[in-house]
């Protein structure tokens, strides 16, 4: 149960049947976007948005970071996901 980061292979689907919730990787979902070329600038440069966030986050280490964690991504990443949402 909980939560599994993971792409889309077969050897994880035991793990999704048995309750785990499936989080896609950006990294994917941007590779797909680079290969699609220039029409897909825009939401690349929203996903490094999305990035730049995630790497000034404090370590997941302490409840007070985890709750920052969660503070900063709700008031600054749902905006970007919801541009993103659009341009899609």
Do not use: K, M, S
């Not at 999704?16 to 797909?32: L, S």
């Not at 999305?50 to 920052?68: F, G, S």
């Amino acid at each position: 149960t909980g939560f599994v980061h993971a792409d889309g292979l077969a050897q994880y689907d035991n793990a999704f049947t048995a309750g785990a919730r499936h989080v896609a990787c950006w990294a994917h979902a941007r590779r797909e976007l680079l290969d699609a070329g220039e029409p897909a600038a825009p939401a690349v440069a929203l996903v490094g948005r999305l990035y730049r966030l995630e790497r000034d986050l404090p370590p997941p280490d302490t409840p007070d970071h985890l709750a920052r964690r969660a503070e900063v991504r709700a008031t600054h990443a749902v905006p970007i996901l919801n541009d993103l949402h659009a341009w899609l």
